[in-house]
T-cell receptor
Framework: SQQGEEDPQALSIQEGENATMNCSYKTSINNLQWYRQNSGRGLVHLILIRSNEREKHSGRLRVTLDTSKKSSSLLITASRAADTASYFCATDADDNFNKFYFGSGTKLNVKP | DADVTQTPRNRITKTGKRIMLECSQTKGHDRMYWYRQDPGLGLQLIYYSFDVKDINKGEISDGYSVSRQAQAKFSLSLESAIPNQTALYFC?????????FGPGTRLTVL
């Protein structure tokens, strides 16, 4: 299976701290994406990183991609209570970029 | 108005009943998807469609069927619902780079 796996499964931090989540996958990809899901709601797209990119930034988000290790990390800096959510990585497959494979997610709790 | 809408938002039904979940989108995307999510888990792909004439099975299509009535509409049916189909169901569209999700349908099969 191409499915990505996030690590850790759960993370609890204080407001203002940084949160780092990791994603590993199994086969070659065209791009990798990170999504956020607030409890019981639909996923919201956060950021996309292509296979030829190593790092991308969007506001307080920083994503890195290491294709040699088949892994990615999502860093949220200066976390806020509103960042409390589950975070998922999603990968396509380089032979079928129309399908996305989601991991089981990291549940982030930011304590005020 | 939301770009991807799902109806109903919540549904409780009994084993053996036929259920249809509907999805509509105003994003103009050709690609549409149905996923299911079980508590504490990620998404599993049920079916996906690249246009009105194209339907493809995902990882867990058994027990489900779909219909792509128009570019904007993609419905999911459970022909004979069973309790282990109790889950949160999401419809999504894609522009080929990112997916855009509906708010979900919480289905309970008793």
């Amino acid at each position: 299976s191409q499915q990505g796996e996030e690590d850790p499964q759960a993370l609890s931090i204080q407001e203002g701290e940084n949160a780092t989540m990791n994603c590993s996958y199994k086969t070659s990809i065209n791009n990798l994406q990170w999504y956020r899901q607030n409890s019981g709601r639909g996923l919201v797209h956060l950021i996309l990183i292509r296979s030829n990119e190593r790092e991308k930034h969007s506001g307080r988000l920083r994503v890195t991609l290491d294709t040699s290790k088949k892994s990615s990390s999502l860093l949220i800096t200066a976390s806020r209570a509103a960042d409390t959510a589950s975070y998922f990585c999603a990968t396509d497959a380089d032979d079928n970029f129309n399908k996305f494979y989601f991991g089981s997610g990291t549940k982030l709790n930011v304590k005020p | 108005d939301a770009d991807v809408t799902q109806t109903p938002r919540n549904r409780i039904t009994k084993t053996g009943k036929r259920i249809m979940l509907e999805c509509s989108q105003t994003k103009g995307h050709d690609r549409m998807y149905w996923y299911r999510q079980d508590p504490g888990l990620g998404l599993q792909l049920i079916y996906y469609s690249f246009d009105v004439k194209d339907i493809n099975k995902g990882e867990i299509s058994d027990g489900y069927s779909v219909s792509r009535q128009a570019q904007a509409k993609f419905s999911l049916s459970l022909e004979s619902a069973i309790p282990n189909q109790t889950a949160l169901y999401f419809c999504a569209t894609s522009d080929g780079l990112a997916e855009f999700f509906g708010p979900g349908t919480r289905l309970t099969v008793l």
